[in-house]
């Protein structure tokens, strides 16, 4: 299944890409750790090189709602940085993360001197696009909706096994719920529906989806 690419990353020759994480200084986060917090200044951004975050935001009533999950080749906060505004959301570890941190400064330089602005345009445009999609898709049905979110997060964090698409990550019933839109029992129903079914198999830090094909017919 191939990636979606929502990076600048994506649009930079190897080169390029290469040239830009020499800017920056490799860091290392554990399981679980905040790296950035809605609403902090935008000092730096984080090209993830291993593993995998969370993206979230504070609704108006309070709640988390999950924006996205991205891994490997994206270029995390760096809106912020382009804008000279604060955070906009807060982005947590999911696994383990090894990434390259890299000062505004530096890369407001580096996008100069390499005349990168349409692709930071791009990118940008990219996002606000797939965000735009997930107000759309808020309308669906619960099981619609767990769906294609199980569905995508195949496609961005899933290893594929003898056993199906193997999603090992940390995520709760809760996070499920908060980036469909739907409350957590809501969502306990479903899973239990498509456990019945034997399409999924849920563990303690693991989601296995048997079968891809079914679940893409619950989101017809």
């Known amino acids: 299944m191939g990636k979606q690419d929502h990076s600048i990353m994506h649009l930079l020759p190897d080169e390029l890409q290469r040239a830009l994480r ?16 809605e609403g902090q200044p935008s000092h730096s951004v984080l090209v993830i090189e291993e593993g995998h975050v969370k993206v979230t935001q504070r609704a108006s009533d309070g709640a988390e709602v999950i924006l996205a999950i991205r891994g490997p080749g994206e270029v995390m906060g760096d809106e912020g940085v382009l804008m000279e505004e604060p955070r906009s959301a807060t982005v947590t570890t999911i696994t383990d993360v090894v990434g390259v941190d890299i000062a505004a400064d530096d890369l407001l330089r580096f996008v100069e001197e390499q005349r990168l602005w349409p692709e930071m345009y791009k990118a940008t445009v990219r996002r606000r696009r797939q965000s735009d999609q997930q107000v759309l898709l808020a309308r669906l049905g619960v099981r619609n909706r767990l769906a294609r979110w199980l569905l995508e997060l195949a496609n961005e964090i899933g290893e594929q096994t003898d056993d199906g698409w193997v999603l090992a990550v940390s995520m709760s019933q809760q996070d499920l719920a908060s980036r469909i839109g739907a409350s957590r029992d809501a969502v306990a129903i479903e899973l239990r529906k498509l456990r019945e079914q034997k399409l999924v198999t849920t563990g303690r830090r693991q989601i296995t989806l048997h079968d891809l094909e079914a679940l893409r017919r619950f989101t017809l």
């Open 22 to 37: 020499a800017q920056g200084t490799e860091v290392r986060f554990p399981e679980g750790q905040v790296i950035f917090w």
